[in-house]
Protein backbone atom coordinates (compact mmCIF):
# COMPACT_ATOMS: atom_id res chain seq x y z
CA UNK A 1 0.00 0.00 0.00
CA UNK A 2 1.58 3.40 -1.04
CA UNK A 3 0.80 5.60 1.80
CA UNK A 4 1.86 9.22 -0.67
CA UNK A 5 2.35 12.68 1.52
CA UNK A 6 -0.60 13.66 -0.47
CA UNK A 7 -2.47 11.07 1.36
CA UNK A 8 -1.36 11.80 4.83
CA UNK A 9 -1.71 15.70 4.40
CA UNK A 10 -5.42 15.45 3.35
CA UNK A 11 -6.07 12.89 6.08
CA UNK A 12 -4.15 15.23 8.53
CA UNK A 13 -6.67 17.94 7.29
CA UNK A 14 -9.82 16.61 8.63
CA UNK A 15 -7.98 16.34 12.62
CA UNK A 16 -5.67 19.61 12.31
CA UNK A 17 -8.13 22.15 14.00
CA UNK A 18 -8.86 19.59 16.80
CA UNK A 19 -4.75 19.25 17.05
CA UNK A 20 -4.22 23.16 17.20
CA UNK A 21 -7.03 23.27 20.08
CA UNK A 22 -4.74 20.79 22.01
CA UNK A 23 -1.54 21.95 21.39
CA UNK A 24 -2.41 25.39 22.22
CA UNK A 25 -1.48 25.42 26.10
CA UNK A 26 1.88 23.76 25.04
CA UNK A 27 2.19 26.81 23.30
CA UNK A 28 2.82 29.37 25.83
CA UNK A 29 6.29 27.34 26.80
CA UNK A 30 7.87 27.01 23.82
CA UNK A 31 11.45 27.14 24.93
CA UNK A 32 10.87 24.16 27.03
CA UNK A 33 8.69 21.88 24.35
CA UNK A 34 10.51 22.89 20.86
CA UNK A 35 13.70 20.79 21.96
CA UNK A 36 11.34 18.05 23.38
CA UNK A 37 9.59 17.94 19.90
CA UNK A 38 12.41 18.00 17.56
CA UNK A 39 14.29 15.12 19.63
CA UNK A 40 10.59 13.08 19.29
CA UNK A 41 10.92 13.71 15.79
CA UNK A 42 14.82 12.29 15.82
CA UNK A 43 13.40 9.31 17.88
CA UNK A 44 13.54 5.97 15.91
CA UNK A 45 12.65 2.59 17.46
CA UNK A 46 12.86 -0.44 15.28
CA UNK A 47 10.44 -2.85 14.43
CA UNK A 48 11.23 -6.48 15.09
CA UNK A 49 10.64 -8.92 12.17
CA UNK A 50 9.08 -11.42 14.32
CA UNK A 51 6.04 -9.30 15.36
CA UNK A 52 4.66 -8.35 11.93
CA UNK A 53 3.05 -11.69 12.53
CA UNK A 54 0.83 -13.10 15.20
CA UNK A 55 2.69 -14.25 18.08
CA UNK A 56 1.48 -17.77 19.56
CA UNK A 57 1.63 -19.24 23.09
CA UNK A 58 2.95 -22.85 23.54
CA UNK A 59 -0.91 -23.98 23.48
CA UNK A 60 -1.52 -22.12 20.28
CA UNK A 61 -1.23 -19.82 17.43
CA UNK A 62 -4.24 -18.09 16.40
CA UNK A 63 -2.75 -16.64 12.57
CA UNK A 64 -4.58 -13.63 11.16
CA UNK A 65 -4.60 -13.12 7.21
CA UNK A 66 -2.18 -10.32 5.39
CA UNK A 67 0.50 -11.63 7.36
CA UNK A 68 4.00 -11.26 5.93
CA UNK A 69 5.19 -14.75 4.47
CA UNK A 70 9.20 -13.46 3.08
CA UNK A 71 11.54 -10.10 4.18
CA UNK A 72 10.34 -8.16 1.14
CA UNK A 73 6.57 -8.26 3.00
CA UNK A 74 8.21 -7.51 5.97
CA UNK A 75 9.90 -4.55 4.81
CA UNK A 76 6.43 -3.41 3.31
CA UNK A 77 4.93 -3.26 6.84
CA UNK A 78 7.33 -1.76 8.83
CA UNK A 79 7.97 0.54 5.80
CA UNK A 80 3.99 1.08 6.15
CA UNK A 81 4.67 1.81 9.96
CA UNK A 82 7.06 4.33 9.19
CA UNK A 83 4.93 6.11 6.80
CA UNK A 84 2.35 6.04 9.15
CA UNK A 85 3.88 7.76 12.49
CA UNK A 86 7.78 8.67 10.97
CA UNK A 87 9.44 6.84 14.28
CA UNK A 88 9.57 3.25 12.92
CA UNK A 89 12.78 4.04 10.43
CA UNK A 90 14.25 0.59 11.25
CA UNK A 91 13.81 -2.85 11.33
CA UNK A 92 15.58 -5.70 13.47
CA UNK A 93 16.17 -8.87 11.38
CA UNK A 94 16.67 -12.59 13.09
CA UNK A 95 18.88 -15.15 11.47
CA UNK A 96 17.95 -17.71 9.55
CA UNK A 97 14.35 -16.42 9.54
CA UNK A 98 15.36 -13.53 7.80
CA UNK A 99 18.31 -14.37 5.47
CA UNK A 100 17.91 -11.85 2.87
CA UNK A 101 18.25 -14.07 -0.71
CA UNK A 102 18.76 -10.89 -2.67
CA UNK A 103 20.41 -8.24 -0.76
CA UNK A 104 20.89 -5.86 -3.02
CA UNK A 105 16.63 -5.49 -4.09
CA UNK A 106 16.90 -5.77 0.20
CA UNK A 107 18.70 -3.00 0.46
CA UNK A 108 16.95 -1.13 -2.34
CA UNK A 109 13.67 -1.35 -0.81
CA UNK A 110 14.52 -0.16 2.64
CA UNK A 111 16.37 2.90 1.25
CA UNK A 112 12.64 3.64 -0.70
CA UNK A 113 11.09 2.93 2.37
CA UNK A 114 13.24 5.14 4.67
CA UNK A 115 14.37 2.28 6.65
CA UNK A 116 18.18 1.17 8.28
CA UNK A 117 18.99 -2.15 9.55
CA UNK A 118 19.13 -2.20 12.91
CA UNK A 119 21.27 -4.82 15.26
CA UNK A 120 21.07 -8.47 14.05
CA UNK A 121 19.64 -11.33 15.93
CA UNK A 122 21.27 -14.85 15.96
CA UNK A 123 19.24 -18.25 16.59
CA UNK A 124 20.65 -20.85 18.35
CA UNK A 125 17.73 -21.68 20.62
CA UNK A 126 16.18 -23.39 18.03
CA UNK A 127 17.62 -26.59 15.73
CA UNK A 128 17.00 -25.78 12.01
CA UNK A 129 16.33 -28.15 9.40
CA UNK A 130 20.04 -29.78 8.03
CA UNK A 131 21.72 -28.46 10.63
CA UNK A 132 24.13 -31.66 12.19
CA UNK A 133 23.99 -30.66 16.22
CA UNK A 134 21.66 -29.93 18.19
CA UNK A 135 20.93 -27.13 20.96
CA UNK A 136 18.68 -29.19 23.15
CA UNK A 137 21.58 -28.89 25.65
CA UNK A 138 22.51 -25.41 24.86
CA UNK A 139 24.62 -23.71 22.39
CA UNK A 140 27.61 -21.12 23.57
CA UNK A 141 27.79 -23.31 26.84
CA UNK A 142 27.33 -27.12 25.57
CA UNK A 143 29.34 -29.54 26.82
CA UNK A 144 30.31 -30.62 23.16
CA UNK A 145 32.98 -28.05 21.18
CA UNK A 146 31.02 -29.30 17.94
CA UNK A 147 28.04 -27.92 19.40
CA UNK A 148 30.07 -24.57 20.52
CA UNK A 149 31.40 -24.83 17.03
CA UNK A 150 27.95 -25.00 14.98
CA UNK A 151 26.89 -22.04 17.21
CA UNK A 152 29.72 -19.86 16.85
CA UNK A 153 29.37 -20.16 13.34
CA UNK A 154 25.92 -19.12 13.27
CA UNK A 155 26.87 -15.88 14.88
CA UNK A 156 29.48 -15.18 12.65
CA UNK A 157 27.44 -15.68 10.00
CA UNK A 158 24.73 -13.69 11.22
CA UNK A 159 27.51 -10.70 11.37
CA UNK A 160 28.46 -10.92 7.32
CA UNK A 161 24.78 -11.11 6.97
CA UNK A 162 23.85 -7.77 9.28
CA UNK A 163 27.30 -6.14 7.42
CA UNK A 164 25.80 -6.62 3.76
CA UNK A 165 22.48 -4.94 5.07
CA UNK A 166 24.68 -2.05 7.60
CA UNK A 167 23.33 -2.82 10.52
CA UNK A 168 25.61 -2.41 13.28
CA UNK A 169 25.09 -4.33 15.93
CA UNK A 170 24.62 -8.11 16.82
CA UNK A 171 22.26 -9.32 19.45
CA UNK A 172 22.87 -12.39 21.15
CA UNK A 173 20.38 -14.01 22.91
CA UNK A 174 21.05 -17.74 24.33
CA UNK A 175 18.43 -19.93 26.06
CA UNK A 176 21.21 -21.89 27.63
CA UNK A 177 20.95 -23.34 30.71
CA UNK A 178 19.36 -25.96 32.90
CA UNK A 179 16.24 -27.10 33.91
CA UNK A 180 17.31 -29.59 36.61
CA UNK A 181 19.41 -29.06 39.69
CA UNK A 182 22.48 -30.90 38.63
CA UNK A 183 22.26 -31.00 34.98
CA UNK A 184 25.32 -28.24 34.81
CA UNK A 185 28.09 -27.02 36.09
CA UNK A 186 27.37 -23.71 36.40
CA UNK A 187 31.27 -22.67 36.28
CA UNK A 188 32.01 -24.34 34.04
CA UNK A 189 29.38 -23.67 31.61
CA UNK A 190 29.98 -19.91 32.71
CA UNK A 191 33.58 -20.44 31.25
CA UNK A 192 32.56 -22.01 28.16
CA UNK A 193 30.10 -19.34 26.94
CA UNK A 194 32.45 -16.56 27.75
CA UNK A 195 35.33 -18.39 25.63
CA UNK A 196 32.25 -18.97 22.62
CA UNK A 197 31.52 -15.53 23.35
CA UNK A 198 34.64 -14.08 22.55
CA UNK A 199 34.88 -16.31 19.19
CA UNK A 200 32.29 -14.10 17.66
CA UNK A 201 33.46 -10.84 19.74
CA UNK A 202 36.66 -11.37 18.05
CA UNK A 203 34.65 -11.66 14.67
CA UNK A 204 32.76 -8.11 15.03
CA UNK A 205 34.01 -5.49 12.69
CA UNK A 206 35.54 -2.65 13.67
CA UNK A 207 32.11 -0.32 14.57
CA UNK A 208 30.12 -2.92 15.76
CA UNK A 209 28.79 -4.04 18.69
CA UNK A 210 27.74 -6.93 20.61
CA UNK A 211 24.57 -6.82 22.44
CA UNK A 212 24.34 -9.49 25.29
CA UNK A 213 20.11 -10.15 26.18
CA UNK A 214 19.86 -11.82 29.46
CA UNK A 215 16.81 -13.57 30.87
CA UNK A 216 15.45 -14.87 34.36
CA UNK A 217 13.98 -18.12 32.84
CA UNK A 218 12.57 -19.86 30.10
CA UNK A 219 13.07 -22.01 27.71
CA UNK A 220 15.08 -23.25 30.94
CA UNK A 221 13.57 -23.19 34.13
CA UNK A 222 16.50 -23.83 36.57
CA UNK A 223 18.97 -21.41 35.53
CA UNK A 224 19.73 -19.57 32.96
CA UNK A 225 23.47 -18.80 31.44
CA UNK A 226 22.66 -15.32 31.29
CA UNK A 227 20.56 -14.89 33.71
CA UNK A 228 20.36 -11.49 34.46
CA UNK A 229 22.10 -7.88 34.20
CA UNK A 230 24.47 -8.79 36.63
CA UNK A 231 25.85 -11.93 34.68
CA UNK A 232 25.67 -10.07 31.30
CA UNK A 233 27.50 -6.84 32.31
CA UNK A 234 30.50 -9.83 33.69
CA UNK A 235 30.19 -11.51 30.07
CA UNK A 236 30.24 -7.43 28.34
CA UNK A 237 33.14 -6.31 30.81
CA UNK A 238 35.29 -9.41 30.26
CA UNK A 239 34.75 -9.16 26.37
CA UNK A 240 35.52 -5.49 25.97
CA UNK A 241 34.54 -2.28 24.58
CA UNK A 242 32.23 -3.42 21.92
CA UNK A 243 30.12 -5.57 24.35
CA UNK A 244 27.23 -4.04 26.27
CA UNK A 245 24.03 -5.36 28.01
CA UNK A 246 20.52 -4.95 26.31
CA UNK A 247 17.54 -4.97 28.11
CA UNK A 248 14.49 -6.93 27.35
CA UNK A 249 11.65 -5.58 29.93
CA UNK A 250 10.22 -8.72 30.07
CA UNK A 251 12.99 -10.99 30.79
CA UNK A 252 12.88 -10.25 34.81
CA UNK A 253 11.76 -11.97 37.98
CA UNK A 254 8.27 -10.17 38.90
CA UNK A 255 8.91 -6.47 40.41
CA UNK A 256 12.50 -6.37 39.54
CA UNK A 257 13.11 -2.85 39.78
CA UNK A 258 14.22 -2.10 36.03
CA UNK A 259 14.85 1.52 36.27
CA UNK A 260 17.93 0.91 38.83
CA UNK A 261 19.32 -1.42 36.51
CA UNK A 262 19.03 1.03 33.34
CA UNK A 263 20.72 3.14 35.91
CA UNK A 264 23.29 1.41 37.10
CA UNK A 265 24.10 0.19 33.46
CA UNK A 266 24.54 3.36 31.83
CA UNK A 267 26.25 4.89 34.89
CA UNK A 268 28.97 2.04 33.69
CA UNK A 269 28.95 2.77 30.18
CA UNK A 270 27.83 -0.91 29.49
CA UNK A 271 23.99 -0.14 28.38
CA UNK A 272 23.62 -0.98 24.60
CA UNK A 273 20.16 -1.60 23.88
CA UNK A 274 16.61 -1.95 24.63
CA UNK A 275 13.67 -4.54 24.01
CA UNK A 276 10.17 -2.89 24.46
CA UNK A 277 7.32 -4.93 25.41
CA UNK A 278 5.43 -5.08 28.84
CA UNK A 279 4.07 -8.03 30.75
CA UNK A 280 2.09 -8.46 33.66
CA UNK A 281 3.45 -12.11 34.93
CA UNK A 282 6.86 -13.07 32.98
CA UNK A 283 8.12 -12.61 29.36
CA UNK A 284 4.62 -12.41 28.19
CA UNK A 285 5.18 -9.87 25.00
CA UNK A 286 2.61 -7.29 25.54
CA UNK A 287 2.11 -3.83 23.67
CA UNK A 288 4.31 -1.16 25.46
CA UNK A 289 3.29 0.47 27.99
CA UNK A 290 0.03 -1.52 27.99
CA UNK A 291 0.59 -2.43 31.69
CA UNK A 292 2.67 -0.91 33.26
CA UNK A 293 3.02 2.88 32.06
CA UNK A 294 4.05 4.45 34.80
CA UNK A 295 7.39 1.85 34.97
CA UNK A 296 8.14 3.02 31.55
CA UNK A 297 7.88 6.44 32.18
CA UNK A 298 10.58 5.54 35.06
CA UNK A 299 13.03 3.59 33.01
CA UNK A 300 12.86 6.78 30.51
CA UNK A 301 13.74 9.28 33.25
CA UNK A 302 16.61 7.25 33.95
CA UNK A 303 17.40 7.00 31.04
CA UNK A 304 17.32 10.78 29.68
CA UNK A 305 19.11 11.39 32.97
CA UNK A 306 21.84 8.60 32.32
CA UNK A 307 22.04 9.44 28.90
CA UNK A 308 22.51 13.55 29.47
CA UNK A 309 25.24 12.73 32.43
CA UNK A 310 27.22 10.48 29.56
CA UNK A 311 26.38 13.32 26.80
CA UNK A 312 25.24 10.58 24.70
CA UNK A 313 22.90 11.14 21.48
CA UNK A 314 19.71 10.13 22.26
CA UNK A 315 19.03 9.10 19.12
CA UNK A 316 21.86 7.67 18.08
CA UNK A 317 23.97 5.76 20.64
CA UNK A 318 21.47 3.33 22.19
CA UNK A 319 19.70 0.43 20.59
CA UNK A 320 15.77 0.92 20.68
CA UNK A 321 13.74 -2.46 19.71
CA UNK A 322 10.50 -3.47 20.36
CA UNK A 323 10.25 -6.73 21.22
CA UNK A 324 6.61 -7.76 21.33
CA UNK A 325 4.31 -10.58 20.11
CA UNK A 326 0.10 -10.48 20.07
CA UNK A 327 -1.86 -13.06 20.14
CA UNK A 328 -5.13 -11.35 19.98
CA UNK A 329 -4.29 -8.37 18.28
CA UNK A 330 -3.59 -7.35 14.75
CA UNK A 331 0.21 -7.05 14.83
CA UNK A 332 0.57 -3.77 13.17
CA UNK A 333 -2.12 -2.01 15.54
CA UNK A 334 -0.41 -3.45 18.10
CA UNK A 335 3.27 -1.91 17.18
CA UNK A 336 1.66 1.24 16.33
CA UNK A 337 0.23 1.83 19.98
CA UNK A 338 3.70 0.43 21.42
CA UNK A 339 5.62 2.71 19.19
CA UNK A 340 2.98 5.51 20.71
CA UNK A 341 3.48 4.16 24.23
CA UNK A 342 7.50 4.81 23.99
CA UNK A 343 6.91 8.25 22.87
CA UNK A 344 4.79 9.44 25.37
CA UNK A 345 7.35 8.18 28.54
CA UNK A 346 10.12 9.83 26.52
CA UNK A 347 8.51 12.80 26.09
CA UNK A 348 7.68 12.99 29.64
CA UNK A 349 11.06 11.79 30.96
CA UNK A 350 12.38 14.89 28.67
CA UNK A 351 9.60 17.40 30.92
CA UNK A 352 11.14 16.40 34.29
CA UNK A 353 11.93 19.37 36.09
CA UNK A 354 15.83 17.63 37.13
CA UNK A 355 16.97 20.62 38.88
CA UNK A 356 13.94 20.48 41.16
CA UNK A 357 14.12 17.11 41.32
CA UNK A 358 17.58 16.82 42.11
CA UNK A 359 16.61 19.51 45.07
CA UNK A 360 14.29 17.86 46.55
CA UNK A 361 16.39 14.92 47.03
CA UNK A 362 19.13 16.83 48.26
CA UNK A 363 17.38 17.82 51.40
CA UNK A 364 15.28 14.30 51.56
CA UNK A 365 12.17 15.68 50.19
CA UNK A 366 10.56 12.26 48.94
CA UNK A 367 7.36 13.74 49.15
CA UNK A 368 8.02 16.88 46.56
CA UNK A 369 10.63 13.95 44.85
CA UNK A 370 7.25 12.05 44.28
CA UNK A 371 5.52 15.10 43.61
CA UNK A 372 7.69 16.29 40.44
CA UNK A 373 7.99 12.76 39.15
CA UNK A 374 4.25 12.64 39.04
CA UNK A 375 3.13 15.49 38.21
CA UNK A 376 4.76 15.20 34.64
CA UNK A 377 3.67 11.40 34.49
CA UNK A 378 -0.09 12.80 34.92
CA UNK A 379 0.70 15.20 31.77
CA UNK A 380 -1.29 14.51 28.71
CA UNK A 381 2.23 14.77 26.40
CA UNK A 382 0.21 13.33 23.31
CA UNK A 383 -0.38 16.88 21.53
CA UNK A 384 3.20 16.89 21.77
CA UNK A 385 4.06 13.52 20.17
CA UNK A 386 1.07 14.48 17.43
CA UNK A 387 2.83 17.53 16.34
CA UNK A 388 6.36 15.76 16.25
CA UNK A 389 4.85 13.46 13.82
CA UNK A 390 2.90 16.53 11.98
CA UNK A 391 6.44 18.29 10.82
CA UNK A 392 7.66 14.44 10.48
CA UNK A 393 5.35 14.32 7.84
CA UNK A 394 3.68 11.37 9.63
CA UNK A 395 -0.47 10.78 10.50
CA UNK A 396 -1.55 12.82 13.40
CA UNK A 397 -3.41 9.60 14.18
CA UNK A 398 -1.53 6.60 12.86
CA UNK A 399 -4.14 4.06 14.14
CA UNK A 400 -7.01 5.90 13.32
CA UNK A 401 -5.61 6.17 9.40
CA UNK A 402 -4.48 2.62 9.27
CA UNK A 403 -8.21 1.65 10.11
CA UNK A 404 -9.94 4.16 7.95
CA UNK A 405 -7.76 2.62 5.15
CA UNK A 406 -8.73 -0.43 6.05
CA UNK A 407 -5.06 -1.71 5.52
CA UNK A 408 -5.39 -5.19 7.06
CA UNK A 409 -8.50 -6.08 4.62
CA UNK A 410 -6.43 -5.09 1.96
CA UNK A 411 -3.18 -7.12 3.00
CA UNK A 412 -5.55 -9.86 3.56
CA UNK A 413 -7.12 -9.56 -0.50
CA UNK A 414 -3.17 -9.11 -1.31
CA UNK A 415 -2.02 -12.05 0.45
CA UNK A 416 -4.24 -14.25 1.35
CA UNK A 417 -6.34 -15.06 4.72
CA UNK A 418 -4.15 -17.75 5.56
CA UNK A 419 -0.76 -16.62 5.82
CA UNK A 420 1.89 -17.34 8.62
CA UNK A 421 5.03 -14.98 8.84
CA UNK A 422 8.12 -16.75 9.98
CA UNK A 423 9.47 -16.18 13.40
CA UNK A 424 7.60 -17.15 16.71
C1 LIG B 1 13.81 -14.15 23.83
O1 LIG B 1 12.71 -14.25 24.67
C2 LIG B 1 13.78 -12.87 23.03
O2 LIG B 1 13.51 -11.77 23.85
C3 LIG B 1 15.06 -12.63 22.27
O3 LIG B 1 15.28 -11.26 22.07
C4 LIG B 1 14.78 -13.26 20.96
O4 LIG B 1 15.64 -12.85 19.95
C5 LIG B 1 13.34 -12.82 20.75
O5 LIG B 1 12.77 -12.94 22.05
C6 LIG B 1 12.56 -13.59 19.74
O6 LIG B 1 12.53 -14.92 20.07
MN1 LIG C 1 14.24 -9.81 23.47
Known sequence: MNLTPDLIADYNDGLLARHRRTLAPWTDSLEQTEPVIQKLIDFQIAIPSWALGTGGTRFGRFSGGGEPGSLTEKLDDVGMLHALNRSSGAISLHIPWDIPT???????QAERLGLRFDAVNSNTFQDQTGQSESYKFGSLQHTDGGVRRQAIDH????????ETLG???????????????????????????LASLGEIYDALPADWKVYVEYKAFEPNFYSMTVGDWGSSYLY????????????????????????QIVAILLHEGKLGGFHFNDSKYGD???????????????????????????Q?????????????SHNVKDPLEDLL????????????????????????????????????????????????????????????????????????????QERGAKTIATGL
Open 284 to 310: DDLTAGSIKPYQLFLIFNELVDGMDAR
Open 236 to 259: ASKLGPKAYTLVDLGHHLPNANIE
Open 337 to 412: QSVEAIQIAYAQALLVDRAALEDARQNNDVVQAQEILQDVFRTDVRPLVAEARLRAGAALDPLGLFRQLDVREKLI
Open 167 to 193: SKALTVWLSDGSCFPGQLNFRQAFART
Open 155 to 162: NIEVIRHG
Open 312 to 324: MNHANDLGWMIDA
Open 102 to 108: DVNAVRQ
